[in-house]
C-alpha cells in the first residue's frame, strides 16, 4: 500500500517517489500532482491542500483509518465526505466533483479507491450498509484468476489484488474465487534474481520482475490484513526465502516475500526507487509500506532499522506529500508498537489532523476552552459590576452618614 498507486507499466518498471496520490489509468509515471483547479473549491470535509482528482478517496481512507488506529475520532464532515463519494452501485471513483449526481460511464470506478474506502468505512463505524454495498460491487468484479484490476475488466495485479483481500477481511467477507493461488503464481522462485519477491503482474512474454510495491501489498494480501495491523507473532525461522516449485501456500507466499522486503533494505535501512534517466532515491512510501509488511509477518526485528531510518528521514516528505504519506508512517509506527505521537521529535497525528477538519474529541475540546473564555469574560463583567456596585453602595452610605 504506497500513497501513490501507479499504472501497470509504470509499477512493472519503477516507482514513482513522493507523491501521495493513487494512481490512474490516465496518470502515467513521471507526471506530477496537479494544483488545484482554479475553478473548483476543495470540500471542507477533505483532508489535504493539492486538487483530489486522482486521489481524494485515497487519501480520505487513510487518513481516516490513520487516525482511528491511534484512537482519534474523526470529524463527522470528513466521514460524510466520504461516505458521499460512493456511487450508487457500491463502488467508489477516484473523486467526483459533483456527489450529488449520478455515476455514469464517464465516472471511472475503481477497485484501489472502493476497497481503502471500504476499511475506512468499517473503521469509523456506523457505515455497516455502504461498506457491505461496496464489498459486493468489489466481489462483482473480481476476474476469473482470482485477482483484481485497477478497473474492473483489467488485468489482475498484485496491488490491487493486495488492497481489495485486506477489504474483505476487514468487513469480514470473503471472496467466491481465491486470490491466493494467483499471489502464489506471482511470487519469484527463491534460487532465481529477486527470488521471493512478488511481480506486479507478468509482463507481455509472461515473465516476473520482481517488485518491492507489489511484494509489500502481497505480503499484506497472502496474510489476509488490510492497511491496519499489528505485529504477527514472532517466528522462530530467520527472514530466509525458502521453497521452491509453483505450488505455494498463502503461508509461503507472504515468508518468502518478507524475506526479500528484509534483505533488499538490511543494508541502507530503506528501499530505492528510480524515475527513467534519474538517479535512484530513496522510497519513503514504499520503505513504510515494507515496514508494515515485516512487522504483520513477525519480524519486527527486520523492521526495526528501516523504521529507525524513516523516524530519521521520513517527517519532510511527509509534510510535502500530504494526509497520506502521514498516514502511511503512522500504520508503520502502529504496526511495529511504536508511538507515532514521538516519530523521531515528529507528533505524526497532530500533523495529520491539521491537513483537514479537526477530529471530534478536538473539535469539542476547542469549543470547550471557547465557552470557557467567554464565560470567564461574561464572569469578569459580572463580578466587575458587584465590585461596583459595592463601592457605590459604601459611597451612598457614607453619604448618608455625612448628612446625618
Not at 101 to 130: I, M
Not at 182 to 207: N, V
Not at 365 to 393: C, F, P, Q, Y
Request: hydrophobic share 45%; aromatic share 6%; charged share 15%.
Amino acid at each position: 500500500m504506497t500513497v501513490l498507486r501507479r499504472t501497470a507499466g509504470a509499477l512493472a518498471a519503477t516507482a514513482v517517489i513522493g507523491a501521495a496520490m493513487p494512481a490512474t489509468t490516465a496518470l502515467a509515471a513521471g507526471t506530477t500532482s496537479p494544483s488545484p483547479s482554479a475553478s473548483s473549491v476543495l470540500p471542507s470535509g477533505l483532508y489535504g491542500g493539492s486538487d483530489p482528482k486522482f486521489d481524494g478517496v485515497w487519501r480520505q481512507s487513510l487518513a481516516l483509518l490513520a487516525q482511528r488506529a491511534v484512537g482519534v475520532t474523526p470529524a463527522a464532515k470528513a466521514v460524510d465526505w466520504l461516505a458521499g463519494q460512493q456511487c450508487a452501485n457500491g463502488a467508489f471513483a477516484a473523486f467526483r466533483a459533483e456527489p450529488a449526481a449520478a455515476c455514469d460511464a464517464k465516472v471511472t470506478v475503481d477497485t484501489n479507491s472502493t476497497a481503502a474506502a471500504v476499511q475506512a468505512l468499517k473503521a469509523v463505524g456506523g457505515r455497516d450498509a455502504a461498506a457491505t454495498k461496496a464489498v459486493s460491487w468489489l466481489k462483482s468484479v473480481q476476474n476469473k484468476d482470482g485477482g483484481w484490476g485497477y478497473t474492473p475488466g483489467s488485468p489482475s495485479d498484485t496491488n490491487s489484488t493486495g488492497v481489495v483481500v485486506g477489504a474483505l477481511a476487514a468487513a469480514g467477507a470473503s471472496a467466491d474465487r481465491s486470490p491466493y493461488d494467483l499471489l502464489a503464481k506471482w511470487s519469484l522462485p527463491c534460487g532465481q534474481d529477486g527470488g521471493g519477491a512478488l511481480a506486479y503482474q507478468p509482463d507481455k512474454q509472461g515473465k516476473l520482475a520482481a517488485n518491492a510495491d507489489a511484494t509489500a501489498a502481497g505480503v499484506l494480501g497472502a496474510l489476509g490484513k488490510g492497511f491496519v495491523t499489528t505485529a504477527g507473532k514472532a517466528r522462530a525461522e530467520g527472514p530466509a526465502c525458502a521453497g521452491s516449485g509453483t505450488a505455494r501456500t498463502r503461508e509461503e507466499v507472504a515468508r518468502n516475500g518478507a524475506a526479500y522486503l528484509a534483505d533488499a533494505m538490511s543494508k541502507s535501512g530503506h528501499l530505492v526507487s528510480a524515475l527513467a534517466g534519474a538517479e535512484p532515491q530513496p522510497d519513503y512510501g514504499n520503505t513504510a509500506d515494507a515496514v508494515v509488511a515485516l512487522a504483520a509477518q513477525g519480524w519486527t526485528g527486520q523492521a526495526k532499522k528501516p523504521y529507525a531510518w524513516l523516524e530519521a528521514h521520513a517527517a519532510p516528505w511527509a509534510e510535502q506529500s500530504g494526509p497520506a504519506a502521514y498516514a502511511e508512517l503512522i500504520l508503520a509506527a502502529h504496526a511495529m508498537g511504536a508511538d507515532p505521537r514521538d516519530f523521531g521529535g515528529t507528533n505524526l497525528v497532530t500533523a495529520l489532523n491539521a491537513t483537514g477538519p479537526a477530529p471530534r474529541a478536538a473539535a469539542a475540546a476547542a469549543k470547550h476552552a471557547e465557552e470557557k473564555k467567554s464565560g470567564n469574560s461574561v464572569w469578569w463583567i459580572v463580578g466587575t459590576g458587584l465590585v461596583a456596585g459595592i463601592g457605590i453602595g459604601f459611597l451612598f452610605s457614607g453619604r448618608r452618614k455625612q448628612q446625618l
